[in-house]
Every structure is written in structure tokens, then in C-alpha cells.
């Protein structure tokens, strides 16, 4: 234990907190209205942008210039409407899931955002979960981080629960505040929380746990390559690699033009970050500090 807690001591006082850094482009889409609370966003490998606005119950596609190309949902219980939309997710792409919070549900749509369905529909309700985030992985199984009961629902394309995993049987490794949820380069499935990330295998083995500085709030994460980068909401981004799941360099970078930061993700090297209000700064991650430079990170 007390090797644990200077591992953890030594952990929070070794970061390199870097000058402020600016956006590489800012889009500022025109979205209806005057009130938003985006949540989540997603960039597909087509250069689609997705986005979800909580307060207005929407989901909106957008062109990678910020051009709004389609819009869905709206408030209410009936299939294609929304009842606090928090976080979305593809494996691919092709379709969009979204964690319909307190409709007890997954929604997903294509590509255009042409509504396809719901989970679970009519005939298999026999599982009740309040979803935080949604993932989906490539041999479509559906991992559902279900807040209320800090666990993962695992499900098959026969909507048929095959696992869950993370609940309270599982000691340190345990679920208990969690924040957002990814679903890793590597296939594992990893779970922010205020202090820590922990990882899981697809079958719910507990593979790791990554200790980070409480000192900070967090928000969001994703990954690229070896790399977890995390946004807080003080225009910070927390930057840390991984070799062989051991912790390497890490990295605290403020961020110059940015406020109220709720969502990110990455894509070739490109950082997107979305603020509260719908805007999105991105950045070039070869040229934060901390980038890959010869198979290795700098300091």
C-alpha cells in the first residue's frame, strides 16, 4: 500500500505543464437557436462531424468545413426523439449510436442520420440501465456504461446480454464515478473517472488501472496510438503514453482560446475539441508537446 501511494505522489508531481498553445482552425457552426449544451462529438473517417446538443435533445451532422448537412431528434419518448442525450459513437463510421439517458435506450442512426432503430426495442426490454455512453465494437457487440449501476452491459447483435462487467464484486477495479467511456485502439474497453482510468478486456478482465492528479476535473478522453489525452474544464488538456501499459511521459498543456471544453476526439493526428456552445478547436497533435518523434514521446 504504501509503495502504491508514492507510486501515485510521484505520478502527480513528474508532469511538464507547457505555454499555452493555439488551435490550428475554429469552427463555429450555425446552429438554430440561441441556447445549446453540446455534449459529445464524433469524427468519422469521411470527415463528418457529429454532434450532440443536450439542452435541445439533437443530434446534428456537420461537413468538415462546420456546414450543417442534417439534424435529428428533438424532445420526447416516441422512436427518433431524445430525453437527455449525452454521448454517441460508430464503429466505423457507417452508424451512429447515442446514449439516450433518460429514455433507457440506444438509438442509432446511418451515416446521414436517417433514424434506424432503437435498443432495446419493443419485444426485449428485460434489462433497464441509464446510459452514459455507448460503444460499439466492430464484431457489434454493444457496451453500455450504465451510470446508475457502475457497470458495463455487454450485448450481441441479437440484443441478447452476454456480460457485464466492473460492478461492485469487482474490489479496486470497480466502476464508481464514472465520467466517459472509449473503447481502445487495442480492442479494451477504458472508464474515465475523477482520479483514475480503468481498463477492462471485451470479456471484462481487469487489465490495468492509470492513476491520474485529483487536482484537476476532467471531462472527456480518447486515444491515438499509445496516447490517452484527456480535457478537463479549465482549457487543459492532460497528455499520457502508455508502453506495454505502463505509464510513460506525461504532459499538462494549457490551451490558449479555449473555454468550457466538454468533448474530444481524435482522428490522423487531429485533435477536436467541443466546447459547450458548439464551437470546435482543432489541433495538429504531432505538434503539441509531447508528440511522436522517433517512435518515441519528447518531453
Wanted: hydrophobic share 40%; proline share 4%.
Amino acid at each position: 500500500m504504501v509503495k502504491q501511494i508514492i507510486s501515485i505522489l510521484l505520478f502527480i508531481i513528474s508532469f511538464n505543464v507547457q505555454a499555452s498553445i493555439l488551435p490550428t482552425r475554429i469552427i463555429n457552426p450555425n446552429f438554430e437557436g440561441k441556447s445549446h449544451n453540446f455534449t459529445a462529438i464524433y469524427v468519422s473517417p469521411f470527415d463528418n462531424i457529429y454532434t450532440i446538443d443536450q439542452l435541445n435533445n439533437a443530434i446534428y451532422l456537420l461537413d468538415s468545413k462546420g456546414e450543417v448537412l442534417n439534424s435529428g431528434g428533438g424532445f420526447g419518448w416516441q422512436q427518433g426523439l431524445f430525453d437527455r442525450p449525452l454521448n454517441l459513437s460508430s464503429p466505423d463510421g457507417l452508424n451512429i449510436y447515442i446514449a439516450d439517458y433518460n429514455n433507457q435506450r440506444i438509438a442509432y442512426y446511418d451515416r446521414q442520420l436517417n433514424f434506424l432503430g432503437i435498443f432495446p426495442d419493443q419485444e426485449n426490454i428485460h434489462e433497464k440501465f441509464y446510459p452514459l455512453d455507448v460503444c460499439v465494437s466492430r464484431m457489434g457487440r454493444l457496451f453500455i456504461l450504465d451510470e446508475e449501476n457502475k457497470e458495463i452491459l455487454c450485448f450481441n447483435q441479437d440484443q441478447e446480454l452476454i456480460n457485464r462487467f466492473g460492478g461492485i464484486d469487482y474490489g479496486q477495479q470497480s466502476i464508481q464515478n464514472p465520467i466517459d467511456m472509449l473503447l481502445t485502439l487495442r480492442g479494451n474497453i477504458a472508464i474515465l473517472e475523477n482520479t483514475r482510468i480503468l481498463v477492462y478486456s471485451q470479456f471484462g478482465k481487469p487489465i490495468n488501472i492509470i492513476p491520474l492528479p485529483d487536482s484537476l476535473q476532467y471531462n472527456s478522453f480518447c486515444e491515438n496510438e499509445n496516447k490517452f489525452v484527456i480535457t478537463t474544464q479549465k482549457s487543459k488538456i492532460l497528455i499520457i503514453n502508455l508502453s506495454n501499459n505502463k505509464i510513460g511521459n506525461r504532459e499538462l498543456i494549457n490551451l490558449s482560446k479555449v473555454k468550457n471544453i466538454t468533448s474530444s476526439d481524435l482522428i490522423d493526428d487531429k485533435l477536436f475539441l467541443l466546447n459547450s456552445n458548439g464551437t470546435i478547436y482543432i489541433f495538429n497533435l504531432l505538434q503539441l508537446p509531447g508528440s511522436r518523434e522517433g517512435g518515441r514521446l519528447k518531453k
